[in-house]
């Protein structure tokens, strides 16, 4: 994945406007997230067949196809 092809997000927020878009379908998580946030987004994204990787000392949230809108 090329980094022209990653969003970045500055929240929680962002990232999840970003991924519910369909637009975009790399997020990279450009804050300092906790371990809180992160199981949070893990379980809300991964459960609709998102995945998360660890890249370039930060995380990047990944969706194939289109995901279905989320409502939070």
Request: net charge negative; hydrophobic share 20%.
């Given at each position: 994945m090329a980094d022209d092809n990653v969003?970045?997000?500055h929240s929680?927020?962002?990232a999840?406007?970003?991924l519910r878009s369909g637009f975009v379908k790399h997020v990279r998580l450009g804050w300092n997230v906790g371990?809180?946030?992160f199981f949070r987004i893990a379980s809300d994204w991964c459960d609709a067949g998102a995945k998360i990787k660890r890249r370039d000392n930060g995380f990047v949230i990944s969706?194939?196809?289109f995901p279905v809108?989320?409502?939070h």
């Open positions: 969003s970045v997000a929680y927020n962002e999840c406007e970003l371990s809180d946030e969706v194939k196809g809108p989320r409502q």
